[in-house]
């Protein structure tokens, strides 16, 4: 059974930055993609980024692009989210994910059969 683990969530001011981590058990990370979606208050959950097995090729959404940062760790079977330049619209729970099978970004597509962690409150105040 794979197990999701989020951690660094908070509350930061506009501006400023966060690093959410994702520790993964239960299989072998480093054959896999990994991802992050987000769900703020009364919003659906949304995509946020992406990266390959071998963290050589990441994808991010439009409003993060430029400001958001995913990457792994393979041997600390560890993913981060590196999140700079904060705005109160960035204010959600955030939500580790993998993939049920696909090694390339393109397999993050947030899908029932894939595995979550138990979501990190990011909250931006203005």
């Known amino acids: 059974q794979v197990q999701l683990v989020e951690s660094g969530g908070g509350l930061v001011q506009a501006g400023g930055s966060l690093r959410l981590s994702c520790a993964a058990s239960?299989?072998?990370?480093?054959?896999?993609?990994m991802g992050w979606f987000r769900q703020a208050p009364g919003k659906e959950r949304e995509f946020v980024a992406a990266?390959?097995?071998?963290?050589?090729?990441?994808y991010a959404a439009d409003s993060v692009k430029g400001r958001f940062t995913i990457s792994r760790d393979n041997a600390k079977n560890t993913v981060y989210l590196q999140m700079n330049s904060l705005k109160p619209e960035d204010t959600a729970v955030y939500y580790c994910?993998?993939?049920?099978?696909?090694?390339?970004?393109?397999?993050?597509?947030?899908?029932?059969?894939?595995?979550w962690g138990q979501g990190t409150q990011v909250t931006v105040s203005s």
């Open positions: 994910n993998a993939p049920d099978k696909g090694s390339n970004w393109y397999s993050v597509r947030g899908s029932a059969d894939d595995y």
């Open positions: 239960g299989r072998t990370f480093s054959s896999y993609a």
């Open positions: 990266i390959s097995w071998s963290g050589d090729t990441t």
